[in-house]
Each structure stands twice: as structure tokens, then as C-alpha cells.
């Protein structure tokens, strides 16, 4: 136990010893340091604590040699590795980064001999690289000036007194002072009161000495005067000029006053005359009383007050009258109301410049304007948001008739040039789109219009808004508003309203506003539907014919709004005249009287449209009805075994398409076929 304690006692004697031994070489460090900065420090090292030579023989090289290391050679496979064990450098105690040469030069060859291998040249550290620079530099200054020689300096230019009197205006200095500044005379002359104030130059006359030195410092003195002077004179200017804009200011809020008293007496006998009309009861009177004498404000006091003063007043002394007017009024009925009255008044309510271009704005605007708080809303706009606009939009919700445009719009048309900005835009963008949209909504446009169910066509109640409404409602591109709301509803019309009815007044009507949009879908959806409808219900009878259906089909087909004549044409040939052929055949196969059938195929030539009968698609047709017929009168009695049956005739022209409209062939619909019964039916009849 003593001799465990024994151990730890030594040891710790031990470390101490080793501390103080430390202290003693960072001592020795920081001495060497404090003589010479620029040589790194390299503490004494005992012979004992030298590494010794590599030992050939030992383990360890022998081990490097089986694995390849050669003696004087790097390490690797290659020889690029350290020559030698990294070297320290031992900083002095307390001293940081920077204080002493970090790398040795063990490390710098080190990093060359690396680079070299790399195919690199290494450059400096940023010590070195900054001293060649200097070293470069001085070389190239000490070239250039050998080259251009000696630099002189220019000789100071001093002014005369004279120049420096005529650049201070007003300034006059005195004869005595200008021969002393200039130094003008025919001999030197000197001023022995201040001779013993300055010293005498070495190597000088003492009279020369002190002559020069007095017209220095008096040069210097006049200098500085001149620009004191100058200065003085610039700040008297400007408080000359502040003493005459503040004159001309007084001048003219006294004239302010003078005219605002004038404007407070006839403001109150105006308010007096008022109280007394609406105290009679009669509004009309007392609306033409107060619109004169406003008149007569406005005109005495024009660019004497401030337009935002007049208008306050004219809104203060009108507040009243038109709270009065908006209580009961009903808009629908009476659009125009007090509309007159502040027609009058647009001028002095900021509704309407002044006549010629005058600017009535005062001189003093700007400062009188800057001392009064801004405000988003004039007085005028504020009485019109707070009286105007809830009897509007309480007729625009409850009363109003969105199909009946005329008396809202009567409304709209007096007040525009009366209303603000935002509140005719609250009407127009929101209020009146509002309810059309909900009127559009209700409108099934795949219902026929009846008396039971009268349905009003949307273009009645939508055309006369169109100029008011924003291009949100306007556009036909645009994929929200009342314009994407209609071409849902015609698309819906197109695809599900009867055929057997005519088109309805507002598909027609809206067709120029969204011609491209129903072009398409007329070509979409109506074309394949007409081209059902004829084979479904029209029915080839030369005793009975029932035209309905296709008078049905060229009403829709009308070539002002809706298809082509060539379009007609081609849907004809592709649906009427396979059944036309056939009933032809069946005619001249069984007894026929050709009298009769001349007439008949005359009859339908008079039927279709001249447009349509003369085209060429339909007169292929008539010619292969024609042919028919003389085969069937070159067989005679044979006709009713040989006569070939019709095939269709379907050209290589009548497959183009045509104005960006879809071929008949394309029509998918398979034509109507007259069946047996039918056939059976009209050989008994026959």
C-alpha cells in the first residue's frame, strides 16, 4: 500500500519536473522570436533525443524492402509519396496564427516535388508572391522614369489683387494692401513694425525674406476674405428672396381671406334661403335656388379657393336636398330625379374640367393642399355611396325585370356622366351581370317556346347590355361570364332541340357575336341530326308526299346563317336521293304511265331551292333519275326484269370536304330504306 503511494507521489514529481522543462524551452522560444520574426524557430534538441540513422538491418526496413521501398526514394509504388517524416514547428507560447512561417521547408520541397510529378509548377505562398510583385513594380517605375526623366512640378499660379476684387462682387480692396499683395515697385520695400514676426531664411536677404512673407499672408488673407464674402452674399440673396416669396404669400392669404369671408356669407344666406324652400315644402324650388347660387359661388371665386374647398361647400349646402330626393324615390319609374340639378354642377363637384382649358387651381394649391389630410373618396362620392347606390341596387335586386331592359338602362344612361367610377362599375360588373346570368341559367334551350311555357330569347335581354358590360361577358373566348354561360345553352339547343320546330329567334340572332363557336358545333352536331331526321321521317310516297321534314331540314339548313349550298346538297344526295332512286326504280319495274313520271320528277325539281336544284352534286343526281328513266323506255316491257337497281352515286368530289365543313360520307347515319311492305303497299296502289 506505502509503496503504491511511494509510486504515485514520483510519478506526479515526475510530471512537473517535465512542465517546468516545457515552460522553460517556450521561454527560450519566445526570446528567439522577440529577436527576429523572420527566422522560424527551432528549439534545441538533444543529441540523445535525435532520431538516430536508419538501421538497414532492421525489421522495419527490411519489411519496406520486400515491399519495394528503395532507400532516398518516396513512398508508393511509384516513388510519389514523403521523402522524409512530417516536420513540426513549434509555435512560442501565446502566439496565434500567423506569427511565425507556418511551413517548413522540409514541407514546401515536399509540395514542388509533388507538383512535379503532377506535371505542375507550384507557385510561392502569398508572402513571397506579394514581395515579387513589389520587386516587379519598383523594377517598372525605376524603367519608366529612366525612359521619361525627371517629373517637374507645376508652378503655383497666384491672382493678383485686382482678380480677386473682381471675383468678390462689392468687395473693394485697399491701394496700400494690392502693392503689398502684388509685390509691385520699382525697389522692395519692407515693413519694419513686422519684421521680428517671422524668422529669416536661410541663405536670404532679410529684407526680401519678410517683404515675400507679408505678401503671402496677406494674399492668403484676402483670399479667404473674398470667399467669406462671396458666401455672404449668396445667403443675403436668399433671404431676400424668402423675404419676398413670404410678402408675396402674406399677400396672397390675405386675398384667401378676404374671399373666404365673402364665400362664408354667401354660403350661410344660401343655407338660409334653403331651410326656408324645403320649409315650404317645395324641393324644386329650393334645388333651382341652391344650383343658381352655386353657380354664382363658383363663378366669382374662381382660382381664388381651392376647387376641393368649393366643392365641399357645394356638397355640404346639397347633402340635405338629395337626402330629401333619395328617400322615396323609386328609380325604375323616375330615372331622371335631381339628375338636372347636378348635370349643373358637374364643374364645381369635380365631375368635369374647366371651360377652354382654364386652371382654376390657385397659386398657393400645392402648399394650402399639402396641409390637409388625404382622403380615398371625395365629399361628393361619399354622398353618392351612402344615398345613391342603396336605392339602386335595392331596385336592381327586388323590382327590376331583367327582360325588360329599357327603364334600367334609361337610368344608367342619365346618371353615367354623374356617377364615379367604382359605383358605375358596381353596377354594370356586378349587380346587372348578376342578374342576367340567373335569368340565362333558367333558359332551357332545348325546349321549344309555347304559350304555356313562354321562355323570353336571351338576345332581347343581353344585346342592349353589351356596350356597358365588361369583356368578361363580352368575350367569346373568355371561359367564365355570360358569353360561356350561352354557348353551353346553344351547344345544348344544337345537340337536343326538336327539328320539327323552326330555329329559335335568339339562335339566330346570336349567331354573328359567336359565329366561329356555332359554326363548329352546327357542323358537330346539328348536320349528323338533319342527316337522321331524313332517313327516320321522309318517306318517298308520288301518290301522297309529305314534305314536312325536309321542309324542316332547309329551314335549318337556310344559307344566310346556317350551311353552305353545297353542304345542303351533298346531305340530300346522301339521304333523300338513295330513296328518290329507289321509288323511281319501283315505279318504272312495275306499269308505269311515263306522263306521270315526267311530271313527278319535274314536281321535285320544283320542290328543292334553286340553289340547291341547280348545283352539280343534285344535277348528277336529276341525270342519273333521267338515264334511269330511258333505259326503262329502251326495255319497254322488259324494264320490269332487266332494269338494273340504282347504286349509289357518290363521286370523288362529293367526298371533299369544302369550307372547313365535314363531308356527308363522313355522316355515320345509314339511309332510310323502303321496306317491303312498303314496296308491296305502293304496287297495289299503283
Known sequence: MNSRVEDDESSDSERRRKRRKMGQMGRFAGMAETKGMEKSFQPAINASTASPSANPNSFAARMMAKMGYVEGQGLGAQGKGRLAPIETQIRPIGAGLGTVKEKTKQAKEEEKREAAFRGEILEDSEEEERKRRKELKKKRLSGAAGAAGTTTRPKPKYRTATEIEAAAEGLQVPNVLKSIIDATGTETKLLTSAAGLMRNETGMVPSETEAMKIARRARKDLEAFAEEWNSLTERKNYFDMQETELLQGMDELQEGSQALEAVIATVKD???STLERRASGVDALAWEDATNKLEMLEEEHVGKIEPSMLQEIAVAIIHPLFKTAMHDWQPLEDPANVSPYLARLQRILGLQPSPNGIDVTPFNSNFASSTRNAKSTTPYETMLYTLFLPPIRSAIINDWDPTDASPLLTLIQTWQPLLPAFIFTALTHNLIPTRL?????????????????????????????????PSQHTSSTHPTGLMATLKAKLKNLLQSYPLEHPPPPAFVSLIPIIEPFLKEQMT??????????LAANLII???????EPLTAVLVWCTPDWSFSPDTTARLLAAELFPKWHQILHLWLTSTPNYEEVGQWFQWWKEVLPPPIARHAVVERQWTKGLETIGMALDLGEEAKEKLPLPLPLLTAEEG??????????ALKVPAQRVSEEEEGGMKDEQ
Open 270 to 272: 344660401l343655407q338660409v
Open 524 to 533: 358537330r352536331h346539328l348536320l349528323p341530326r338533319l342527316a337522321s331526321h
Open 656 to 665: 371533299e370536304e369544302k369550307d372547313g365543313e365535314l363531308p356527308t360520307a
Open 437 to 469: 346570368a340567373t335569368l340565362l341559367s333558367a333558359w332551357k334551350s332545348a325546349r321549344p317556346p309555347s304559350k304555356r311555357h313562354p321562355q323570353p330569347s336571351p338576345h332581347t335581354y343581353i344585346f342592349p347590355w353589351l356596350p356597358y358590360l
Open 541 to 547: 310516297d308520288p301518290s301522297n308526299q309529305d314534305l
